[in-house]
């Protein structure tokens, strides 16, 4: 999975959690840097050391690279793809990003989810998609099942301050995704508790 592909996978989770049918809305660009893909809250599920990255990221999203999302006005997608192209971008804020969008492309939705979770989103048409036609996050903490809150994006449990994205593998301690069946840094198979806490 490439960095990007990351970036879009995390705001796609992040806006379904949120409220369903807004993937089927124009999503305005400071909602996603304030509210639903803050760099803050989202900076180790996305693997980031430092603000820039996460701008980079944004620019090149926003850009229309890879083809995950349409940007309204055509005008900050042009921009965004110069400073792409550039030896020196410039990553301190997209003119015209308060009154810009972006459209998630359906087809990059099938491309990173699949095509029986997208095609349950099509079906639901603008009032949105079931809360299981993409993996959530889970109702309860996977690691001391505390009940998470479900009006937001979650990354973290309220209570033991751990991921609720990742669980640690069992034989190694490395980060899992939740539902793997075998860690990818040791080859050991999970346990019931791992496979089942998406």
């Known amino acids: 999975m490439t960095d990007l592909e990351r970036f879009f996978e995390r705001l796609a989770r992040n806006v379904i959690a949120l409220d369903p049918a807004r993937v089927n809305q124009p999503i305005p660009i400071m909602d996603i840097k304030q509210q639903i893909l803050p760099y803050r809250t989202n900076r180790r599920a996305l693997a980031l050391e430092s603000n820039d990255e996460y701008e980079e990221l944004l620019i090149r999203l926003v850009g229309e690279e890879g083809g995950y999302v349409k940007t ?57 998609l079931s809360a299981g036609a993409l993996a959530l996050p889970p109702e309860k903490c996977p690691h001391c099942d505390t009940a998470l809150p479900r009006e937001r994006a979650i990354n973290f449990c309220q209570a033991c301050g751990r991921s609720v994205i990742m669980v640690p593998c069992d034989h190694c301690g490395a980060d899992m995704e939740p539902g793997w069946r075998f860690c990818v840094s040791c080859g050991q198979e999970t346990t019931e508790t791992s496979q089942g806490a998406h």
Do not use: K, Y
């Not at 009154?99 to 099938?110: D, G, Q, R, Y």
């Open 72 to 128: 309204e006005p055509p005008e900050v997608a042009e921009w965004c793809q110069r400073q792409v192209a550039s030896l020196t971008p410039d990553l301190s804020g997209i003119p015209g990003q308060a009154s810009a969008v972006l459209v998630i492309n359906p087809e990059a939705m099938v491309r990173v989810f699949g095509e029986d979770a997208v095609a349950e989103l099509v079906q639901a048409g603008p009032e949105g």
